[in-house]
């Protein structure tokens, strides 16, 4: 399965934007690149997901390297209660059903 | 839309005992996904089942099993239980009537302690 690298933790100011880096340097042409977070006492949660082009949501926006290598989550105004684990997940439509996590980044949010 | 459901939230179980948890999914949803969430090896798969069936199955030993029902409920048991079976187990439903890119839903998960 194609590896994903993301720092072990990041902080950020109140009403900031935040950009949440992804490396995954072996990506295949048909994964997926998924985002999940995790807010504490809480099951994952689903963020975004894209496969070239960049995504916006309610809640984020992708934005996914021309060669596909990276990808960054971006939070427009991070607030309190963005603090969470950002794990970033690569799927193939093709094969594993299942989410596969890493270690994910701690997101710090300072007031 | 209610969310998903896990019961019971919390279990205390003795080594060698046995535990059987419940997840029932969003209505509508026919896969069910477990996980497995401890500090040491983070986020696991354990199996996945849609329409009954398992479908996917992650690297546990025999002793974790599962099924699901006709009304997409999902039980999840655990045989002799080890003190490593210590975990935040987790739920999570999709729609997923082909291929796997839907969102999957979590549950707020089961915190099992075996002592």
């Known amino acids: 399965d194609a590896k994903t690298t993301q720092p072990n933790s990041m902080e950020s100011n109140e009403e900031e934007p935040v950009h949440l880096p992804c490396n995954h340097s072996?990506?295949?042409?048909?994964?997926?690149i998924h985002w999940y977070r995790q807010l504490p006492s809480q099951g994952p949660e689903y963020v975004i997901h894209?496969?070239?082009s960049n995504v916006n949501n309610r809640m984020a926006s992708l934005a996914i390297a021309e060669d596909r290598k990276s990808s960054t989550l971006i939070l427009h105004r991070a607030t309190l209660r963005d603090a969470a684990v950002y794990y970033c997940i690569l799927r193939d439509p093709g094969s594993a059903r299942q989410l596969t996590f890493g270690s994910g980044t701690q997101l710090t949010v300072l007031p | 839309k209610a969310g998903v459901t896990q019961t019971p939230r919390y279990l205390i179980k003795t080594r060698g005992q046995q535990v059987t948890l419940s997840c029932s999914p969003i209505?509508?949803?026919?896969?069910v996904s477990w996980y497995q969430q401890t500090p040491g090896q983070g986020l696991q798969f354990l199996f996945e089942y849609f329409s009954e069936t398992q479908r996917n199955k992650g690297n546990f030993p025999g002793r974790f099993s599962g099924r699901q029902f006709s009304n997409s409920r999902s039980e999840m048991n655990v045989s002799t239980l080890e003190l490593g079976d210590s975990a935040l187990y987790l739920c999570?439903?999709?729609?997923?009537?082909?291929?796997?890119?839907?969102?999957?839903?979590f549950g707020p998960g089961t915190r099992l302690t075996v002592t």
């Open positions: 894209g496969l070239t």
């Open positions: 209505s509508g949803h026919r896969s």
């Open positions: 999570a439903s999709s729609f997923s009537p082909t291929g796997d890119l839907g969102e999957q839903y």
């Open positions: 072996t990506i295949s042409g048909t994964d997926y």
